[in-house]
């Protein structure tokens, strides 16, 4: 609002409005016809697998949740999308929200393999599983399996509920619930977090474990080591060594890591020259057999070397 609020000055004359003509408008330009696009082709063999919504595969569920949205939703999918296994995600979707009202629609098998789920080795597929999986896990069945159970005369939804998905075999039970595995038997937990059946034994630091099929739990008890042999070293350059094999000591002798020469120990990549020529030079490595190079000659451990070759 500045300049609203204005007093007349001599010294600047600019400060009063002056009269303008107005702009002439400018000659806006000539825009192109739109035309509206036309839409894809869909053929009906590409929406095929959206009419198994509308089939019998799926006819209990009509009366239950509308169908002709998921239909709709379907067919705009495939139409657009290059791959016509997008539609299987409007089917599943649909399927979920019958399985949230009570029923079991099991429709994947109807799309001859488009939809299919694989299941890991140790599960199979089941459209109409229970929500509620009992487990190993006594804890985790007391607190949702068992008292599932009991809430059966209520028609409580979590617990009453299913879904499809990949369940463990007739016959089985999963071992917990953070993984896919499936045991005929709960038997024991391993200190490795696995599952051990029951009479099974393994060893754990140092420990031989059982699976105890009476106490229902692991008992561990020290592995048990035959007494020590005593070891005399009688080769020349060997060294007695005290080593851990299986959780059990026992003495070993092996070469001493070091070149012996003229009764004199070297220790590895270390050179040496004999006084008597210093012309020649000496490498002590873990080569087998002696190498030999004028002015060098590299030697083994415990092993003197031989065949110098003058110096030029």
Known sequence: MAHEWKIPDDIKPYCERQPST?????????????????????????TSICDIILSPVFKQC????????????????????????IGCSSLEAYAVRCAAAGVCIDWRKSTNGTCELTCPKTKVYKACGSTIQPTCNSRYNDKYVHSCQGAQMTRDFVCDSFMEGCFCPE????????????????????????PKQFGETWYSNCQKCTCNADTLSVQCEPVKCP???????KKYGEVLVNETVDCCQINTCVPKPVC?????????????????????????????????????????????????????
């Open 227 to 233: 007494p020590q042999e005593i070891v005399t070293c």
């Open 62 to 85: 009509h009366d239950v949740i509308p169908q002709q949205p998921f239909f709709e939703a379907c067919k705009f999918d495939v139409c657009h999308m290059p791959n016509i296994s």
């Open 260 to 312: 012996v020469h003229n009764n004199t120990e070297y220790t590895l990549g270390e050179f040496w020259s004999p006084p008597s020529d210093r012309c020649v030079k000496y490498e002590c490595t873990k080569t087998k057999q002696p190498v030999h190079r004028c002015g060098i000659q590299i030697g083994m451990p415990s092993v003197p070397s031989r065949g110098l070759c003058p110096c030029r």
């Open 22 to 46: 107005p702009p002439t408008p400018p000659t806006l330009p000539t825009l192109p016809t739109l035309t509206t696009p036309t839409p894809p082709t869909c053929t009906s063999g590409k």
């Open 171 to 194: 016959g089985t039970i999963l071992f917990n619930t953070f993984s896919d595995t499936c045991v005929r038997d709960c038997g024991c937990t391993g200190t490795d977090g696995k």
